[in-house]
């Protein structure tokens, strides 16, 4: 169904006085318009019923059509402003991605650069825990007055061993003692008060706890240093970790390698810690001391006097070697009537070792009163040294002493051939 207006002009040619709308509804039809005069008419054919509209109802109409008109403009405005939004957004998105993939690279470049930094940390931290881990030693300094310790300087070396820093100990003076395992501390406190009073003490093995708890083994070497009256006035120490060398000792005692009959170490217990001792010395650039040492006449005790003394004299030996050496010595049993004892060399005394053989016999002297015999108990020694710079292994230290000892062997054999009264006395 179409409405149409039609529009009726009343007036004189040319003139517009006054206007009329008129709607006529359509239906599928044929239309005459003629022209007539000053007045448009029209006349419309139609099969069907036609209703005409009211004028008020037009004007309600064309107000609708106008509405839908301003709205149809206003949705293809809003249309528009949604499309140059959109392209807006499809712009800012664009240049987003492209900032987003630029600070991506940047990104990626930066967390590549973070891994290979990381990487080398981790790379200079490992070097440098193998480098403390294989710190096993360090000084410390103890300044004395009026008998006093009052204060303590350590080195650096003091972290990897003890897991405490220098300044530590400045800021805890008694730090270094309180330390000290309790049940090790007469050993330490005993070994000081005799420094203090003057004398020269051999070095000591005692127990440390280090910051983490830990406890470790510890050889403690204090060497005085007196004033012009010859009064100590500081003492300088070194402190070695000897904690390895403990494990060995006790996987060796858990390998049961230690002598049943003298409690030494027996030959393959010596000979694996000497080796041990060796690679320290080597290190610490501190000259060794080996003994190699024969029990006289073992086989005259044995033929005259029963195994069984020849059992108490091996026994009774073993007791002269402990009382010579210091505990951190290692002393072993190396088969039969055979001995070796590797000990540290103290420093810058080269006639340390001929001191230590009076020790040594002195002790023999001792033996032989305290304990009455059919036969004297007697030792024939040989000694070798070691130098850090050199290249002599334990089996070679070994053989140069018994050679020397064998030297000294003969020596006594020639002696009793010239006194008959102790002919009985077989070497």
Same mark, same amino acid.
């Given at each position: 169904?179409?409405?149409?207006?039609?529009?009726?002009?009343?007036?004189?040619?040319?003139?517009?006085?006054?206007?009329?709308?008129?709607?006529?509804?359509?239906?599928?039809?044929?239309?005459?318009?003629?022209?007539?005069?000053?007045?448009?008419?029209?006349?419309?054919?139609?099969?069907?019923?036609?209703?005409?509209?009211?004028?008020?109802?037009?004007?309600?109409?064309?107000?609708?059509?106008?509405?839908?008109?301003?709205?149809?403009?206003?949705?293809?405005?809003?249309?528009?402003?949604?499309?140059?939004?959109?392209?807006?957004?499809?712009?800012?998105?664009?240049?987003?991605?492209?900032?987003?993939?630029?600070?991506?690279?940047? &990104? =990626?470049?930066? *967390? +590549?650069? /973070? @891994?290979? !930094? $990381?990487?080398? %940390?981790?790379?200079?931290?490992?070097?440098?825990?193998?480098?403390?881990?294989?710190?096993?030693?360090?000084?410390?300094?103890?300044?004395?007055?009026?008998?006093?310790?009052?204060?303590?300087?350590?080195?650096?070396?003091?972290?990897?061993?003890?897991?405490?820093?220098?300044?530590?100990?400045?800021?805890?003076?008694?730090?270094?003692?309180?330390?000290?395992?309790?049940?090790?501390?007469?050993?330490?406190?005993?070994?000081?008060?005799?420094?203090?009073?003057?004398?020269?003490?051999?070095?000591?093995?005692?127990?440390?706890?280090?910051?983490?708890?830990?406890?470790?083994?510890?050889?403690?070497?204090?060497?005085?240093?007196?004033?012009?009256?010859?009064?100590?006035?500081?003492?300088?120490? &070194? =402190?070695?970790? *000897? +904690?390895? /060398? @403990?494990? !060995? $000792?006790?996987? %060796?005692?858990?390998?049961?390698?230690?002598?049943?009959?003298?409690?030494?170490?027996?030959?393959?217990?010596?000979?694996?810690?000497?080796?041990?001792?060796?690679?320290?010395?080597?290190?610490?650039?501190?000259?060794?001391?080996?003994?190699?040492?024969?029990?006289?006449?073992?086989?005259?005790?044995?033929?005259?006097?029963?195994?069984?003394?020849?059992?108490?004299?091996?026994?009774?030996?073993?007791?002269?070697?402990?009382?010579?050496?210091?505990?951190?010595?290692?002393?072993?049993?190396?088969?039969?009537?055979?001995?070796?004892?590797?000990?540290?060399?103290?420093?810058?005394?080269?006639?340390?070792?001929?001191?230590?053989?009076?020790?040594?016999?002195?002790?023999?002297?001792?033996?032989? &009163?305290?304990?009455?015999?059919?036969?004297?108990?007697?030792?024939?020694?040989?000694?070798?040294?070691?130098?850090?710079?050199?290249?002599?292994?334990?089996?070679?230290?070994?053989?140069?002493?018994?050679?020397?000892?064998?030297?000294?062997?003969?020596?006594?054999?020639?002696?009793?051939?010239?006194?008959?009264?102790?002919?009985?006395?077989?070497?």
């Amino acid at each position: 169904m179409i409405f149409l207006t039609i529009v009726s002009v009343v007036g004189e040619k040319g003139s517009t006085n006054s206007t009329a709308v008129f709607w006529i509804e359509l239906t599928p039809c044929f239309m005459v318009f003629k022209l007539h005069e000053n007045l448009w008419t029209c006349a419309v054919r139609t099969t069907m019923d036609h209703t005409s509209h009211s004028y008020e109802e037009a004007q309600e109409i064309e107000k609708l059509r106008q509405k839908l008109a301003d709205a149809e403009r206003t949705r293809l405005k809003e249309i528009e402003a949604l499309r140059t939004s959109l392209e807006q957004l499809e712009q800012q998105f664009s240049e987003r991605t492209a900032e987003f993939e630029q600070k991506n690279e940047a &990104l =990626i470049t930066e *967390i +590549a650069e /973070r @891994k290979r !930094i $990381e990487n080398a %940390l981790k790379e200079s931290e490992e070097r440098l825990r193998r480098m403390v881990n294989a710190v096993t030693a360090y000084t410390y300094s103890v300044e004395v007055r009026d008998g006093q310790a009052v204060e303590t300087t350590h080195s650096m070396g003091c972290f990897p061993v003890t897991g405490y820093m220098p300044d530590d100990y400045k800021t805890s003076p008694y730090l270094w003692h309180d330390m000290i395992y309790e049940d090790d501390r007469q050993v330490v406190n005993k070994a000081i008060k005799k420094l203090l009073s003057g004398q020269d003490v051999p070095s000591i093995e005692h127990r440390l706890i280090r910051r983490d708890g830990k406890v470790v083994w510890v050889r403690n070497t204090m060497v005085p240093h007196r004033d012009e009256t010859g009064q100590v006035i500081r003492y300088d120490g &070194l =402190i070695e970790d *000897i +904690a390895k /060398r @403990k494990n !060995i $000792e006790e996987e %060796l005692r858990a390998a049961s390698i230690i002598d049943d009959l003298t409690g030494l170490h027996n030959r393959r217990g010596f000979l694996a810690l000497a080796q041990q001792q060796l690679k320290i010395a080597t290190r610490l650039k501190r000259p060794l001391l080996l003994f190699f040492i024969d029990l006289d006449g073992m086989k005259w005790i044995n033929d005259n006097c029963g195994h069984a003394e020849g059992d108490m004299a091996l026994i009774r030996t073993a007791t002269v070697l402990k009382a010579s050496f210091r505990e951190s010595d290692i002393i072993g049993r190396m088969g039969g009537d055979e001995f070796a004892v590797l000990a540290f060399e103290s420093e810058n005394d080269e006639g340390s070792a001929e001191r230590i053989n009076r020790r040594i016999q002195s002790n023999i002297d001792a033996e032989n &009163l305290r304990q009455p015999s059919t036969y004297t108990l007697s030792l024939s020694i040989g000694t070798a040294r070691y130098d850090s710079a050199s290249s002599a292994t334990v089996e070679d230290l070994l053989a140069k002493a018994d050679s020397l000892m064998y030297d000294q062997k003969q020596r006594k054999k020639k002696q009793m051939v010239q006194q008959p009264a102790q002919d009985d006395l077989q070497a």
